[in-house]
């Protein structure tokens, strides 16, 4: 199974500021065929189900406000906030869909400092 | 509205068993894989079971495998999951989830408590 390491475990941003998150898998989610990263991220806030937010590795979702984004290829992948907003309060969570079984990262809290 | 809705869960002695409900609607249910998660208290995100489109093809976690079963029936828009033997780090929040590669339709999920 590949194993999906985020880091920091818990990050704390002031308002407006910008928040990282990293997220790192023991093996390549590349898919050499379509150069596409099978690397996913959810927003889940309390009491909530999660939320996807980016696909492919960097593609947005739908509705998702533009202040969120997603980088990297292999092996390391980075979300970004550019400018922290009150209601992205949440556990963030990487996930490769590479392969069977799907993977989850342990998942990062973000808090307002 | 595009939307899952799960429902059966509930409280379970170890041992016992119970059927977890999805129901999908607002979107051609047989045109995706289909999948649950679960979410033990406090803990993060685990894949559990997914299956294709006719339901020709399963796949399962490997805590889950020999003791739960996901099914479909597309006629009724519905997804299922049999679970047998439960113990009691199967207690969780269990998500039903519309699999396009990644999982971009969730429901609010359905708590299971094993627990005697």
Known sequence: ?113 | EVQVVESGGGLVQPGGSLRLSCAASGFTFSSYWMTWVRQAPGKGLEWVAKINQDGSEKYYADSVKGRFTISRDNAKNSLYLQMNTLRAEDTAVYYCARDSAAFDLWGQGTLVTVSS
Request: proline share 5%; glycine share 8%; with cysteine.
């Open chain 1, 1 to 113: 199974d590949i194993v999906m390491t985020q880091s920091p475990d818990s990050l704390a941003v002031s308002l407006g500021e910008r928040a990282t998150i990293n997220c790192q898998s023991n093996q390549s989610v590349l898919f050499s065929s379509n150069s596409k990263n099978y690397l996913a991220w959810y927003q889940q806030k309390p009491g909530q189900p999660p939320k996807l937010l980016i696909y492919w590795a960097s593609t947005r979702e739908s509705g998702v406000p533009d202040r969120f984004s997603g980088s990297g290829s292999g092996t390391d992948f980075t979300l970004s906030i550019s400018s922290l907003q009150a209601e992205d309060v949440a556990v963030y969570y990487c996930q490769q869909y590479y392969s069977t079984p799907c993977t989850f990262g342990q998942g990062t809290k973000l808090e307002i400092k």
